[in-house]
Structure formats: structure tokens, C-alpha cells
């Protein structure tokens, strides 16, 4: 839904008569699907650091007492 807008303002300027180049709709076509991986990605990075943080926090909170 993000990248309706995009798309929208190309078509915008194509009726103006400003052309695009194809590497421009290419991107458009494939940014949804990149945009979903970074999610996906994020989600695991997240995961992977969840107990490294937890370890963090214990030594911390084991250095304030």
C-alpha cells in the first residue's frame, strides 16, 4: 500500500509527459517484495540479539547493586 503513491506520481508525471526510465519501474515492481525481506530480516536480527541485550541487562543490573 506504501508503494501505491510511487506509482501513482509516475503515472502523474508520465500524462505531463515526463518519461521515466525503465530502471525506475523496474525498482518500483521490485521494492514491495525488498520491503517485505528487510521485514522479515529485521524480525531475525531482533531474535538473534534478544539475548545478547538480556545478557547486557544482567550484568548491568548485577553492577548497580
Known sequence: AMFEPLKETVALLKTYGDKMPEEIHLQLQNLPEQWENNK??????????????????????????
Do not use: G, Y
Open 40 to 65: 522479515k530480516l529485521c524480525v531475525r536480527v531482533a531474535d538473534n540479539a534478544a539475548p545478547l541485550q538480556a545478557a547486557e541487562a544482567t550484568i548491568l543490573r548485577d553492577k548497580c547493586q
